[in-house]
């Protein structure tokens, strides 16, 4: 079930302040022995938006890497040769139709205008964390630090330019100007 979109104030909250990840679960849930939920409605809505918004991004990763898999093994971009080398845990007739997708005019006109515009703006697709995830790169700071980072600390780690105190972009500083 998908929820309402959590507004930025909300989501900055829940990194506020210095509490200890106890102090916060025990704000957070309410344990009756047998299932946990949450005491607040707001702290349902802030977990299932993170929830979705991984899930997306986890699920958008993993398909594009069974695409380039597919076209790997079947040296061809043409995807009516991917039907029959399908994930083993999708089933077949759903990769069928992700290949008839991927395979239409529609996807392709789409996929063209997003690569003009992922090239158009550069500097919008800049990560200084590289292929470390947000969450290794939290665990690592709270390594370096000796206790858990603020959310302010992590967004300066990822969103400045290495040996600098440069933003990455114009729009990422922002975002920081108006919500740190």
Request: aromatic share 10%; glycine share 4%.
């Amino acid at each position: 079930m998908l929820c309402c979109p959590v507004h930025a104030d909300d989501e900055m909250s829940h990194h506020k302040g210095e509490g200890s990840y106890s102090e916060t679960m025990q704000t957070v849930w309410i344990n009756d022995y047998r299932n946990h939920r949450f005491r607040e409605h707001s702290n349902e809505l802030r977990a299932r938006s993170a929830w979705t918004t991984t899930t997306r991004a986890n699920f958008k990763h993993l398909l594009y890497n069974v695409q380039r898999n597919a076209e790997r093994v079947c040296a061809s971009t043409d995807k009516n040769q991917w039907k029959e080398h399908g994930p083993v845990w999708m089933r077949k007739e759903y990769w069928m139709e992700l290949c008839m997708i991927w395979g239409g005019e529609k996807w392709n006109e789409n996929s063209a205008k997003a690569k003009l515009n992922r090239a158009a703006h550069l500097e919008e697709n800049v990560h200084t964390s590289g292929s470390v995830s947000f969450s290794m790169y939290k665990t690592q700071l709270e390594a370096q630090l000796k206790r858990p980072p603020q959310f302010q600390e992590l967004f300066y780690q990822t969103h400045k330019k290495k040996g600098t105190d440069d933003y990455i972009s114009e729009k990422v500083q922002k975002v920081a100007i108006r919500v740190i």
